[in-house]
């Protein structure tokens, strides 16, 4: 970023260096495997992440955003406990985490289920998915920039799904 500075007759500019913006996502899915799949696909992506948090379920997931700063949470719909429904529900009546972005990774098929989701400003990923569409979801819902993303933590696609 150039910035200029303009004093009296003086005027100078300077290249201030933006630090990349670095997220911290919430993987909350009742299977230990996809949750693994999914941090494996975000690393893929190239996308900047500071730090992962897992949950087991939604109320697990609840109980992290009670304690970490969450940029985003990706969220499975089907799980004991607390389903991902059920979650976002809560997130979106408690001001502190309204407006979390959230990103829900399901095989759900019904139109209506998803469009009720949508409605709460939730995006969608169908099971299966590439790293290259999880990136493009995220980057939508965070509003980090391509920029932020370098290109020696990007990786190919060897175009498996997961």
Not at 50 to 70: D, H, P, R, T, V
Not at 73 to 99: F, K, T
Not at 111 to 127: M, N, S
């Amino acid at each position: 970023m150039v910035v200029t500075i303009a004093s009296g007759l003086c005027t100078e500019s300077l290249r201030i260096m933006e630090a990349p913006m670095a997220l911290n996502v919430l993987v909350v899915d009742d299977s230990s495997v996809m949750r693994a799949m999914i941090i494996r696909c975000l690393r893929l992506s190239g996308l900047p992440v500071s730090e992962y948090y897992q949950a087991g379920n939604g109320k697990e997931g609840l109980a992290i955003l009670e304690k970490q700063w969450i940029d985003v949470a990706l969220v499975d719909l089907n799980m004991p406990v607390m389903s991902g429904e059920e979650m976002i529900h809560a997130i979106r009546q408690n001001p502190e985490n309204a407006n979390l972005s959230i990103v829900v990774i399901s095989t759900e098929g019904s139109a209506t289920r998803i469009g009720r989701l949508r409605t709460q400003g939730v995006e969608f990923v169908h099971k299966p998915f590439s790293p290259e569409t999880l990136r493009e979801i995220v980057v939508g819902v965070t509003g980090v920039q391509d920029a932020d993303i370098t290109e020696s933590r990007t990786a190919e696609s060897s175009g498996t799904d997961f």
